[in-house]
């Protein structure tokens, strides 16, 4: 590789399980489209690998014939189509589909059927999601195009490095993205000959974890360099308890580990402009905010009231999220006085014991069990602080979404949360000129109840809360950012591998 590869020269294939709005379970699926978006904005040459499951085919148009996969003796035959996605009016990202009706022709999401059950076979659907990707990305691709990185996302592409390193051919350099290290791909032993990796990888220094076959764990034992979604959460997995059983490795690893913060789709995600709110307005005409504020109050069969403090939060019902002790504080936070308003669904218990708060305080706390899109920006809009009690968030989003709207948030110290809220001190007045939120380090509900009393403190001072919105909606949440960090690790990839 010429030691003064450009920019524009870059090309990057980025292999995902998932992408918006084609195909989404979580926050991958956005970044799979967003991220990829904005490198090419950069002028990176960055293309997109991605199972042709039938939301993906019929999501595409003028999809066009690339290659035959016939002789991959581990997996069923399979075709590689192109296509365009469009992520906005001025750019799309070209895509590589695999398509293998005998793995991803069904019913049902990309890792479960109806009834919410794995696929039996996800071992073999995502090692065949690897074994192109590392086909593509080394000299043995049909396709002219030839990467100089692949970059990978979590465990479903996790084999793509481990396929590279027993390739003797030219390759492309590696990146692992850990976008949520608690998803692992764990298979069984049986699984390493089943998928044409040699018998040798199955040990600790290799694809073996705890006796089984870990996809995740070859990803990032194998590949050149490891990314994860906040420089917080990148310090977090190297030890326990977020480690989940591979902080040993991470750590040893820790000089070829990046974080680098999401950004989020600040057209969609601007107050400015948003068409899902009553009103829109800017930091410059707060005020217009309190419409948002009554008409969320009265949807949503609480008191209206512009005075009281409202909080909000739009969440997976579960236990990493926090939810146990937003419930537990819930009852003494209507005594301050204040309102709640919960949007979210997972667990049952969850589910259950929220509608329960409702039905008994109806003035006071409102909980929508589901997920509206319209009734999520209303939150944003609407709410006057955001409530995120996680015990762990690698990066997490509406953190962010809050500050661009002008509401501070409430959150744990930890991952992305850490990295992207800047807590207002007790001492309101003499606050550095940046904070945007309010952060509590133990994870209990009498330290989350604190700072829920230390933001309704500030609340009650109109100018600091005031300072608070703006100083949050100043922020640069953009995936520019990001893009731009990531290039710079694709373009060390490169140099180191010269």
């Known amino acids: ?73 581990q997996y069923p035959p399979s075709t590689l189509l192109s296509a365009k996605l469009p992520v906005n009016n001025s750019v799309s990202v070209p895509v590589f589909i695999i398509d293998c009706p005998g793995l991803y022709q069904r019913d049902g999401g990309p890792y479960s059927d109806t009834s919410a059950q794995d696929w039996p076979d996800n071992g073999l659907r995502f090692g065949l999601l690897s074994k192109i990707g590392a086909i593509l990305a080394s000299d043995a691709s049909p396709l002219a195009w030839h990467p100089q990185v692949v970059h990978c996302n979590d465990w479903q592409s996790g084999l793509v490095p481990a396929y590279l390193n027993y390739h003797s051919g030219k390759k492309a350099a590696s990146l692992m993205t850990i976008h949520n290290l608690a998803f692992q791909g764990i298979f069984p032993p049986g699984s390493v000959a089943q998928l044409g990796l040699p018998s040798d990888s199955f040990n600790m220094h290799g694809v073996e974890y705890y006796g089984n076959m870990s996809y995740l764990k070859a990803g990032l034992y194998y590949c050149d360099h490891i990314s994860t979604v906040s420089p917080s959460y990148a310090e977090e997995i190297q030890s326990e308890p977020l480690g989940f059983g591979m902080q040993g490795l991470l750590s040893t690893r820790k000089e070829n580990i990046s974080g680098i913060i999401n950004g989020i789709d600040t057209t969609e995600w601007d107050p400015a402009i948003d068409p899902l709110i009553p009103r829109t307005y800017t930091s410059k005409r707060l005020t217009t905010k309190d419409a948002n504020k009554k008409a969320l109050q009265l949807a949503m069969g609480l008191n209206v009231d512009p005075e009281i403090p409202l909080f909000g939060t739009i969440s997976r019902l579960s236990h990493q999220k926090g939810c146990d002790i937003l419930l537990q504080v819930a009852p003494e936070l209507i005594k301050l006085p204040a309102q709640l308003v919960v949007l979210g669904n997972g667990m049952t218990e969850y589910e259950v014991e929220f509608a329960n708060l409702s039905k008994t305080h109806p003035t006071k706390i409102a909980a929508y069990i ?88 500030a609340y009650d001072n109109k100018k600091v809360w005031r300072r608070l919105q703006k100083n949050g909606m100043a922020k640069d949440f953009s995936w520019r950012t990001s893009a731009v960090s990531y290039r710079e690790i694709y373009l060390s990839l490169l140099a180191s591998n010269e």
Request: glycine share 8%; with cysteine.
């Open 1 to 73: 590789m010429p030691s003064n590869t450009s920019r524009r020269d870059l090309r990057v294939l980025f292999v995902t399980p998932e992408v918006h709005p084609l195909i989404k379970t979580g926050g991958l699926g956005d970044v799979s489209a967003a991220l990829p978006a904005a490198l090419r904005s950069l002028r990176v040459d960055v293309r997109i690998l991605i199972p042709g499951y039938p939301k993906v085919l019929s999501g595409l148009k003028y999809k066009r014939k690339l290659a035959n996969f016939s002789t991959l003796s």
């Open 370 to 457: 589901g997920f509206s899109e319209k009734l999520s920006h209303l939150i944003e809009a609407g709410v006057d602080g955001f409530l995120m009690p996680s015990r762990f968030e690698p990066c997490g989003l509406n953190q962010m979404y809050s500050q661009r709207y002008g509401t501070p948030p409430v959150v744990h110290a930890t991952g992305g949360l850490l990295d992207t809220v800047v807590d207002c001190p007790s001492a309101l007045l003499t606050n550095d000129g940046n904070a945007s939120g309010f952060l509590f380090k133990d994870m209990t509900a009498d330290e989350f109840m604190k700072t829920i009393q230390r933001a309704v403190t």
